[in-house]
């Protein structure tokens, strides 16, 4: 009565506020040291998971078909997924290690030869007049350094074959173990959320859809890269075009690289069996109708399967791969994916009380 303010209440917390803040905290420490554990195998995980979803169908058929239940058609399933699509890769990359090694102390040999020599390349009187440039200098120059990088790529080649055989079989365990339980674990995952039944299926729907359509996207684009190259190779007269346009398809899948892996040493040999000419249209149609072509291929693809913007979603591709490296393929279109529909959901739930007062 004397106007002075009321003295402040201290905040109190009952046992129930303070088991709820010790609990989630202690939830999500766990969660990150968790995710810090499995971190290195995120993309054996990833791969994993698209595999499963595209075999799914394969799966549900065996499992209701197959006496041997979950287990057995989860076995059938994971033979299947590693025949078809994961052994041509193996045997794909084998190859190119085969050669690799083959080539390595040739090309070794040919750099310390030429190191110690002047280096002459013979070019077209126009290319010379274009250029000014004294490219056996400029070549020379560099060879040391990268006779080097060859050198020094011994070691670290053994330790990426080592951890790639590790992530190989991590993927095939939890191949299995997703053909066999993943649909009880995604439907555990998705009652624990604590989101209304009805949004939590739309940001499944919208995961798979936009997983499946990243999926597709690649594979339509990789087919159209390999086909384009293989036309290229005929014109430019080079043996056997469907063989290289069918290495140039698979080489696709693999990031960063890509048909680089085929086009780059193909032009090469070509420079030098079939002449200066052959070799540079071999160079510029790798690099121009071929390497360039995924740029706005896919994002276009995947676009329209995902149903996402093709701008949203050529940042999210790109932005993906920069930050979170090969697996930021899947990543960025399903970051963009769950941002588009949780705007919506607020959207939606914003407006519910106006919409039902009217």
């Not at 299947?80 to 052994?87: E, Q, Y």
């Not at 000014?132 to 053994?158: C, F, M, P, R, Y």
Request: with cysteine; net charge positive.
């Amino acid at each position: 009565m004397n106007g002075t303010p009321p003295a402040p209440k201290l905040l109190r917390f009952d046992k129930a506020q303070l088991f709820h803040f010790f609990f989630f905290g202690i939830l999500l420490f766990l969660l990150y040291q968790l995710l810090r554990v499995v971190s290195p195998f995120f993309a054996p995980i990833l791969i994993a998971a698209t595999l499963a979803m595209i075999f799914y169908p394969l799966n549900l058929w065996a499992r209701k078909r197959l006496f041997g239940g979950r287990t057995l058609a989860a076995v059938l399933s994971t033979l299947t997924a590693l025949l078809t699509i994961v052994a041509p890769l193996l045997i794909f990359g084998w190859l190119l290690l085969r050669e690799s090694k083959e080539l390595y102390p040739k090309t070794n040999q040919w750099l310390t030869h030429i190191s110690q020599n002047d280096l002459q390349i013979d070019f077209p009187e126009k290319v010379k007049a274009y250029w000014d440039l004294d490219l056996g200098d400029i070549l020379t120059a560099n060879l040391k350094t990268l006779q080097e990088n060859i050198t020094n790529s011994g070691a670290v080649l053994l330790k990426d074959i080592f951890f790639f055989l590790i992530s190989m079989l991590v993927m095939i365990i939890i191949l299995f173990v997703f053909f066999r339980d993943g649909e009880r674990f995604l439907h555990w995952l998705i009652d624990i959320i604590p989101m209304d039944q009805e949004y939590k299926h739309r940001v499944a729907n919208q995961l798979y859809t936009t997983m499946m359509a990243v999926v597709r996207g690649l594979l339509l684009t990789a087919m159209i890269q390999g086909l384009t190259g293989a036309f290229g190779y005929w014109l430019a007269g080079v043996p056997a075009p469907a063989m290289f346009g069918m290495l140039t398809a698979l080489a696709a899948l693999v990031p960063f690289v890509g048909t680089s892996l085929v086009w780059l040493p193909l032009s090469a040999a070509m420079f030098y069996l079939k002449g200066f000419n052959t070799g540079l249209f071999v160079l510029l149609w790798g690099a121009l109708a071929v390497g360039l072509v995924d740029n706005f291929l896919r994002p276009i693809l995947i676009g329209r399967g995902a149903k996402l913007p093709v701008f949203l979603l050529f940042l999210g591709i790109f932005g993906g791969l920069k930050i979170y490296g090969p697996i930021g393929i899947f990543l960025g279109p399903l970051l963009i994916s769950c941002v588009i529909v949780f705007l919506q959901i607020y959207r939606e739930t914003k407006n519910l009380p106006h919409n039902s007062g009217v």
